[in-house]
């Protein structure tokens, strides 16, 4: 223990593998859950133009804003890796990267390699932990732009510290290039410490002074322009409420209490900062103490007129991805100057219940597939499975309706549709409810297509074949049992996949 914590180990990278590969196996890999519904699809689109024929629109608008899918197609092609192994590396050199990033920001903060090490570990440890109601974690368990922005981010912070303002503006423009709204809060924290460190020198001026330059740092934490929007259509609202975190008047008090209570932590830490002369460390706890209050005060502004609803897609609490970030990076260091040290037995105690626990969060949060779904490994979930045969036997052009839920139904593990079958599907209730909340034009078509398959408990052949008059839908997904007088080409323990007979046949 006392090697890896001396002061003459100047390349961490090995143990920074390590602790990557240790971080693997904690929380797991799942390439298609969750929002890799709305960033794979247009990577795949870019490698097939022929893929996506029909509700392409509600995975463009995010892929427009952003290199994401251009990048990784081009590495894809560049390397010519199977899609899924280029994903995976993607995936391993993005947690390495915020641990490298992290242990670069630790270094500036703390003079200890123990408490350096604790904050890089805790981190790694926690990779997965929910932030408050944000519906974000610190680092999902797939590849998408936040987890570029998030290393791209903490490198920028470590370079502003340093002065190094040309490297940090490079780290901001990739993280804006990669996800512009994630990059937003990056930036306004990085002008918050250049700010504040600037007028530090003044703390011997008038009082007017040092309140000017508390001004000055709140409005440069205020980039979203506040401004009546025009009242939200009834489609939008539908769209909006399912997506819940974007308002905080929605969340629990347990989370709400998490997007608050940092602020009191930052400033007990700055206290113990000050006390020992760590003027890094002092410098961000009190800039996070602003950054927290004022995007917490945005929240509200936001939130609670009705007039703003469509506003809040601006969602100003995302900022405590960021913030939550430095949080247990900053516990985890003065956790490893205060109590770890170079006590083994310790780290065990900390970090081996921590991990288990974590684990299990995970295993329990995809209990049908496998924990790490190693690529090109055979499928453990049966919607998986049935998606990876539509892919297989079905027309690239084919179009595809399933319940406009199935992402919450139990053991379907939000395994997303389009990024693993590869094929169109009418819209449905989770991300492309999401991508309609923040592109607000999206809405009555969202909503026409979600009404015309509701009740889908409820459906009939009859229904089936209206959807293939209407919207082209000649396949449908549905859970066992099914219904009789359909022909299923495949089935399993979950799901059938079934061809819609033609309207003049009974």
Known sequence: MNNIFSEK???PYIFLLLLTAAALLVHGYHPCAEDAEIYLPGVEKILNPQLFPVGQEFFAS????????RLIAFSIRASHLPFQWA???????SIFLLLLACWEL??????????RWAAVCLVAALLTMPVAGTALYIMDQYLNPRNLAAFSSIFAVARTLEKRYVRAFLWLAFAFTVHPLMAVFAVSFCLLLVVMAWFEKFESKTEDLRESACVSAVLLLLPFGISLDPP?????????MHKHFHYIQLWTWYEQLGAIAPAVLFWWFAR?????QW?????????LVI???VYFVAALIVDLPARFESLARVQPLRSLHLLYILLFLIIGGLLGEFVLRNRVWRWLIVFLPLSAGMSLAQRALFPASAHIEWPGAAEKNPWAEAFLWIRGHTPVNAIFALDPNFTHVRGEDTVGFRCLAQRSRLADLSKDAGAVSMFPPLADEWWTQINSQNPWKDFGIEDYKRLKKTYAVTWVVLQQPGIAGLDCPYQNSAVQVCTIPENHLR
């Open 106 to 115: 630790a270094r500036l903060l703390f003079p200890g390699a123990a408490a």
């Open 291 to 293: 950054y927290n209050l």
């Open 232 to 240: 939200s259509s009834p489609a939008y609202h539908a769209a909006a």
């Open 87 to 93: 994903l995976f590396m993607w995936h391993v050199v």
């Open 62 to 69: 995010h892929a427009s804003l952003t290199i994401f899918p």
């Open 272 to 276: 113990i900062a000050r006390a020992r």
């Open 9 to 11: 180990n100047k390349t």
């Open 279 to 287: 003027y890094r460390l002092a410098l961000v706890c009190r800039a």
